[in-house]
């Protein structure tokens, strides 16, 4: 399909993906699009079924992974993740930029498809700083946080390795990460907006 070229946005839980992509989505109307993914973690208070996430169960995600209709899917913290062609089609379709928020795992399988999008990783300061975002973000037990983090330690090693992402940004200010993400970004935004304008 042509078009602006896919965002990919990866990187530990809690280090700070799904601020940034909403102040993007804010910020740059009628530029970009968020792929829903499938999950079957239960909704936090205020996520929108559709909207967030099609939230599901594992017998009917399963179904649908039978049936071909996930380009990739993954296990995390307990739960099933997955992004399916219809997700990614309704975005593209609409010649907007395709922003994707998935785990290493499904980055690395993303690479085997011809979406070929440009692949961001998001990493806290630390692994402390990422505790304690997690913590204050309140929306985990105790047990997902510990699982957060044990699969953030990876991600935190892995994501220095060659040729996986384009562009690896500490979140540290939120405002500099912002500018950073903006600046990476600008060429596909502006395919976009000059689209719009003729
Ligand atoms: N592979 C894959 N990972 C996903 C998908 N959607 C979300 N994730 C990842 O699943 C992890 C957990 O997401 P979530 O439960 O929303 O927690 P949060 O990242 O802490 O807000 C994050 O690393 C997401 O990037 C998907 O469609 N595919
Ligand atoms: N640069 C930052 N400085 C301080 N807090 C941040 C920063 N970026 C995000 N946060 C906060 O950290 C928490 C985790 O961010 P979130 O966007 O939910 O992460 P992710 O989508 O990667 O799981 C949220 O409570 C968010 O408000």
């Known amino acids: 399909m042509s078009g602006p070229r896919p965002v990919v946005l990866s990187g530990p839980s809690g280090a700070g993906k799904s601020t940034l992509l909403k102040k993007l989505l804010k910020d740059y109307k009628g530029v970009f699009g ?16 559709g ?15 039978d049936t071909g209709e996930f380009i990739e899917t993954d296990e995390f913290s307990g739960n099933l993740y997955g992004t399916s062609k219809c997700a990614v089609q309704d975005v593209r379709a609409k010649g907007l930029i395709c922003i994707l928020d998935v785990d290493i795992a499904g980055v690395r399988h993303i690479k085997e498809t011809d ?84």
Do not use: W
Request: net charge negative.
């Open 34 to 49: 968020f792929s829903v993914s499938h999950t079957t973690r239960d909704p936090r208070p205020g996520e929108v079924d």
């Open 51 to 65: 909207k967030d996430y099609h939230f599901t169960n594992r017998e009917a995600m399963q179904e649908d992974i």
């Open 115 to 198: 979406l070929d999008p440009i692949y961001i990783s998001i990493q806290p300061p630390s692994i402390e700083v990422l505790e304690e975002r997690l913590r204050d973000r309140a929306t985990e037990t105790e047990e997902k946080i510990q699982s957060r983090l044990e699969a953030a330690r990876i991600d935190m090693e892995e994501c220095n390795e060659p040729g996986l992402f384009d562009i690896v940004i500490v979140n540290d200010d939120l405002d500099e990460s912002y500018e950073k993400l903006q600046s990476v970004l600008k060429e596909e935004i502006l395919k976009v907006q000059e689209g719009i304008k003729s």
